[in-house]
T-cell receptor, first 114, second 114 residues
Framework: QQQVKQSPQSLIVQKGGISIINCAYE??????FPWYQQFPGKGPALLIA?????SEKKEGRFTISFNKSAKQFSLHIMDSQPGDSATYFC?????????????FGQGTTLQVKP | NAGVMQNPRHLVRRRGQEARLRCSPMKGHSHVYWYRQLPEEGLKFMVYLQKENIIDESGMPKERFSAEFPKEGPSILRIQQVVRGDSAAYFC????????????FGSGTQLSVL
């Protein structure tokens, strides 16, 4: 119930291509879905986030698509660049927990080839 | 404004020793979270603290692990009698409130148990 399942585990994309990472959840009480980007040796940094009252959110080249009925959400990186090479984590949070803790997916290592 | 500061960056301990990990939150942040990241896995919530209070320790192992966030000074994650399975990256995050939307992570402490 508290799990967030992320796929694929790793992804290789050519420069200029679209990177797509998917996540699925079971807990319908989740109401906040962020994506974090992590570079080697660094902590995760918030990239973009969405709430379930919208189906899509876009910030620059990064877009979250959200399907509430399917309990799935995905990150799309348009025009992928070598500098986007990093590990990406989806996460979810349950407002009722009142603590703000995040449940993270397993992570996707993205490599963008020049 | 300095970010979340964690030290040490790398910590090597022999089995049975104690490990102390420190986290100084961002200025103005009074809420601290600790997460653990095992190889090839996502981040797992351990504990959530406010100044002088443990709010949620549902992710902490029952034995050997403890955390504190005193009125003055950094938050401390303490692991007694470390075992090889404790080897992981430990990340601290801080927020100004119960701010799952304003969560900032440090660069982590890599603990290696020999």
């Amino acid at each position: 119930q508290q799990q967030v399942k992320q796929s694929p585990q790793s992804l290789i994309v050519q420069k200029g291509g679209i990177s797509i990472i998917n996540c699925a959840y079971e807990n319908t009480a989740f109401d906040y879905f962020p994506w974090y980007q992590q570079f080697p040796g660094k902590g995760p940094a918030l990239l973009i986030a969405i709430r379930p009252d919208v189906s899509e959110k876009k910030e620059g080249r990064f877009t979250i698509s959200f399907n509430k009925s399917a309990k799935q959400f995905s990150l799309h990186i348009m025009d992928s660049q070598p500098g986007d090479s990093a590990t990406y984590f989806c996460a979810a949070s349950d407002r009722s927990s009142n603590t703000g803790k995040l449940i993270f997916g397993q992570g996707t290592t993205l490599q963008v080839k020049p | 404004n300095a970010g979340v500061m964690q030290n040490p960056r790398h910590l090597v301990r022999r089995r049975g020793q104690e490990a102390r990990l420190r986290c100084s939150p961002m200025k103005g942040h009074s809420h601290v979270y600790w997460y653990r990241q095992l190889p090839e896995e996502g981040l797992k919530f351990m504990v959530y603290l406010q100044k002088e209070n443990i709010i949620d320790e549902s992710g902490m192992p029952k034995e050997r692990f403890s955390a504190e966030f005193p009125k003055e000074g950094p938050s401390i994650l303490r692991i007694q009698q470390v075992v090889r399975g404790d080897s992981a990256a430990y990340f601290c995050a801080s927020s100004p409130g119960t701010g799952r939307e304003k969560l900032f992570f440090g660069s982590g402490t890599q603990l290696s148990v020999l």
